[in-house]
């Protein structure tokens, strides 16, 4: 034979090493589901990995468990549709300040703390021109949504001062 | 002209008919009934958002929310959801901006970081964006490696384990809704809380939000909100150009959107 | 900033509206992999010149070419795998590729290319390396038996049938090294996100602006390889470069220039946006730089009676320049566009190299890379006599008799 077929004989060659090296490293669930290549080519166990991801938010009825009195006084006023973990949920995990540990009780995994800064209330209620200024209650309907100019509003004052922001009202002075 | 009272009978008879069927014909259908009449949706089962930029307020909780929800370090600037917010003055100028993806929300009147008189705002509104869940997802199409694919139920996913990195599918998002993870070094994006919807339960950002700005659901189930809303009400998409046909619906949108 | 920093955010500058996870993605390491892909095709179909189309005035530089193209060709994708953020992953595209990419058979067109490359390097100096296997002893001496594949048939009838299959691989490899190329352009091309790649005319930019980089990259490897050498240069094979390179800067120059008077003909909604990039931002590297010195001056260089050694030279060293800056603002000025059409984003390379993502994405790096393919070529040279063809005085003197006898022979 011709020496000329000597470099198809390496590619051929190099044809065959990778077909087999394939075979062994492609993973064995790479398919593509309902025959559909072009937006079904995948590992199908990676779609486990993301059901399996954990649930962190538990909402208020994982905290109303213990907290029986906060959670009643939070589903009676403006409050009600808050989870606890929008002002509870610490970011900065050294701000975590639960005195349970409740990864290790309940596996829950957020860092929760309080945080009573002003910041944080501002997000809702600070008065800009293009903020809804009501919102729809599935129960009241249309509510009012109460707004103030964090400059004028008793500036420089923590608003847990004054606001019982459970209950979205004042704090009464028998406290 | 002369009339039988067999013909007069007919003629009434007819003039009922026509006057009441209809009525009746609309009381059997109800509204959403007849829209899907018009619009069938797929039996599939389908994850679909819709969003109400009318009720949304901009306090971000539903992006803080997601990346404590979904681990995606919270000081790094990338957002798995994040919120828009449209300014336009009274001289006609807009100014958009989305500081941090909005994850301390907006507490100042400060577009772009320039505080501006509120007598100088002619129209604002907030627009929460996040993955579109596309139905002809154009990242997925163009992963060279199949390392990101479309469940059954419509949600675009990531396989960690295997994606290299190209940054294609970054690049081919016409959205933006897809970044690279800090720590797992691959194409992070929203999954629709896929670990949360498919347990029964709202996703992180649906949860947080106060004001019911955000609703996911299925939109093949005559019960899901989404549905609802989507066969009875007037909603619109992003970027419709793109042909991605994105699954993520919004409610008072305005064409300085972008 | 503590904590973990966002992919991209070290480098991008972000102006105006763009959206929190918009930043450069695509940085300098894929600037530079569409130019050392374009350096190959031309420097390739140089080449294939010689050996399909008997352009004698070529064959000093033919086998250089050659050589050339494949020692940039082992380069081509490190850059590829420099951007990757997983790059030991980068074998799973040839493990699950998934064909509806545009980047997913980049691999199979590279492999393919490299073959044919490879094959017809083998063809070219199989005489040279059997003489070699025979003679040296030792490690040089096995190596040049492995490359002889175990063949040692010398004959005037093997040697014939080599010639033929040369001349069939040139000519395959034309369209192979098109394709590649032209493959590069389509990657980008088809991006329908960014604007100003979004043209069906991407390919054809590429393979253009593609063969005059490869062209003008031989002219200077050449000139400063034979002065170095204190060789002797022929005219001919020279004018000859230049020539071909005359006709495809023209083209290159016709087709950037619809695409950008189409865009701005159609005025889409993005051509605020892109007309603010072309005539602002990145107007000095599009227009002083791309244009202007990329190909206006030395077209004309070029086109001035009595080409000398030096303007050829000249030209080609702008060519180069030109082209890189091309794919600098193909790449980059795409990207530094929002895709919110409202704001803009500005790439800052980092050059001190003090951590990890730093070094891969710094000047340092990639330096080294554009350096490599000449590094190779230099080891080649030690093995093959890739130089050997060079004329003399007196063949070049020969050549140029054979052409001006032509040309007369036109009149």
Redesign the interface.
């Known amino acids: 034979m ?3 077929w ?2 198809v ?3 051929l060659a190099a044809i065959v090493f ?1 077909l087999v090296a ?1 075979v062994i ?2 993973p064995s669930d ?1 398919s593509a ?2 025959g ?8 199908l166990s ?2 486990q ?9 538990k ?1 208020m009825e994982f905290c109303g468990m213990c907290h029986v009195p906060i959670l009643e006084k939070l589903k009676g006023g403006g ?1 009600q ?3 606890c ?2 002002c509870h ?1 610490m ?2 995990p050294e701000k975590k300040s639960h005195p349970i540990d409740l990864k290790e009780i309940s596996g829950y995994l ?1 860092n929760i703390g309080t945080d009573r800064s002003r ?1 944080l209330c ?3 209620h ?1 008065e ?5 200024s009501t ?2 209650d ?1 129960k009241k309907g249309t509510v009012k ?1 109460k707004m103030i100019d ?1 400059d004028k509003h008793n500036p420089s004052m923590e608003c847990a001062m004054c606001h019982d922001v459970h209950s979205a009202g004042f704090k009464t002075a028998a406290k | 002209m002369n009339l039988s009272r067999r013909e007069l009978l007919k003629m009434g008879l007819v003039a009922v008919c026509g006057t009441v069927i209809p009525l009746s014909a609309l009381e059997i259908l109800t509204p959403e009934a007849a829209a899907s009449l018009i619009h069938p949706f797929s039996k599939k089962k389908r994850w679909a958002f819709v969003v109400d930029t009318t009720k949304c307020v901009g306090c971000g909780m539903c992006a803080k929310a997601c990346k404590l929800e979904n681990e995606v370090p919270f000081d790094t600037e990338v957002q798995r959801t994040w919120i828009e917010r449209y300014v336009q003055l009274k001289d006609g100028k807009v100014i958009i901006d989305s500081p941090q993806g909005a994850r301390y929300g907006y507490t100042k009147n400060d577009p772009q970081g320039k505080e501006i008189k509120d007598s100088e705002v002619a129209k604002g509104l907030f627009v929460p964006k996040l993955c579109n869940q596309c139905e002809k997802p154009s990242c997925v199409q163009v992963c060279p490696v199949g390392a990101t694919y479309k469940t059954e139920d419509g949600v675009v996913l990531v396989d960690r384990g295997w994606c290299i990195g190209c940054g294609y599918c970054i690049t081919n998002c016409p959205y933006f809704a897809r970044f690279f993870h800090p720590i797992t070094n691959t194409a992070d994006k929203c999954t629709f809380c896929y670990h949360r919807i498919t347990k029964g339960l709202n996703t992180a950002c649906v949860d947080s939000c106060a004001f019911g700005a955000r609703k996911c659901g299925l939109i093949n189930d005559p019960e899901s909100e989404v549905f609802k809303i989507l066969s009875t009400e007037r909603v619109s998409v992003l970027k419709p150009e793109y042909g991605n046909e994105p699954h993520v619906f919004y409610i008072g949108l305005d064409h300085i959107v972008r | 900033m503590e904590g973990h920093m966002a992919h991209g955010a070290l480098w991008t500058v972000k102006e105006l509206f763009t959206y929190p996870n918009e930043y450069i993605y695509w940085t300098i390491t894929i600037v530079v992999y569409p130019y050392i892909t374009g350096l190959v095709a031309g420097a390739f179909v140089l080449s294939s010149m010689y050996h399909v189309f008997g352009k004698e005035e070529l064959k000093p530089v033919a086998k250089f070419s050659l050589v050339f193209s494949f020692a940039l060709l082992l380069m081509a994708t490190s850059p590829l795998m420099l951007h990757l953020t997983q790059p030991f992953r980068s074998i799973n595209i040839m493990l699950t590729p998934h064909f509806y990419s545009a980047i997913a058979a980049f691999t199979i067109v590279y492999l393919s290319y490299m073959a044919i490359v490879m094959a017809e390097i083998w063809f070219v100096f199989r005489p040279f390396i059997i003489e070699q296997a025979m003679e040296k002893k030792g490690l040089l001496g096995l190596i040049y038996k492995a490359m002889t594949l175990g063949s040692f048939d010398v004959s005037e009838k093997a040697l014939h049938t080599d010639e033929k299959i040369i001349k069939i691989l040139a000519a395959v490899g034309i369209p192979a090294a098109a394709l590649l190329h032209g493959y590069v352009g389509f990657i980008f091309g088809s991006v329908k996100t960014v604007p100003l790649w979004k043209t069906p005319l991407m390919p054809f930019i590429f393979l253009m602006s593609a063969i005059i980089s490869g062209v003008s990259v031989c002219i200077v490897t050449y000139i400063t390889g034979m002065a170095l050498k204190r060789n002797f240069i022929c005219g001919a094979s020279i004018r000859s470069m230049c020539k071909v390179l005359v006709w495809f800067l023209v083209a290159a120059f016709i087709l950037e220039g619809v695409d950008i008077i189409f865009h701005a003909y159609t005025a889409e909604e993005s051509w605020g946006i892109m007309s603010e990039l072309l005539f602002e931002r990145f107007a000095f590297n599009m227009i002083v730089v791309q244009w202007f010195f990329g190909m206006i001056v030395p077209l004309l260089l070029l086109l001035l009676p009595r080409l000398t050694m030096l303007r050829a030279f000249i030209s080609s060293a702008l060519v180069l320049i030109g082209v890189f800056t091309m794919r600098w603002d193909v790449v980059i000025g795409g990207q530094s566009m929002s895709r919110s059409f409202a704001g803009f984003l500005t790439y800052k390379m980092p050059i001190i190299p003090n951590s990890i993502e730093a070094l891969k994405e710094g000047p340092i790096l990639i330096t080294m890379l554009l350096l490599m393919p000449f590094f190779l070529l230099f080891i080649f040279n030690k093995i093959l006599p890739v130089f050997i063809e060079v004329f003399n005085e007196e063949d070049c003197g020969f050549t140029e008799g054979l052409l001006s006898g032509k040309d007369s022979a036109k009149h």
Do not use: I, M
């Open positions: 011709s020496h000329a000597r470099p004989f390496v590619v990778f394939r490293l492609v790479f589901k309902n559909d290549y072009k937006y079904q080519w995948h590992r990676s779609e990995y993301w059901k399996d991801f954990p649930v962190k938010h909402g409050h549709n808050v989870q973990e929008n949920a970011f900065n957020l910041e501002k997000r809702c600070a800009l021109p293009y903020r809804p919102y729809t599935p949504f964090p």
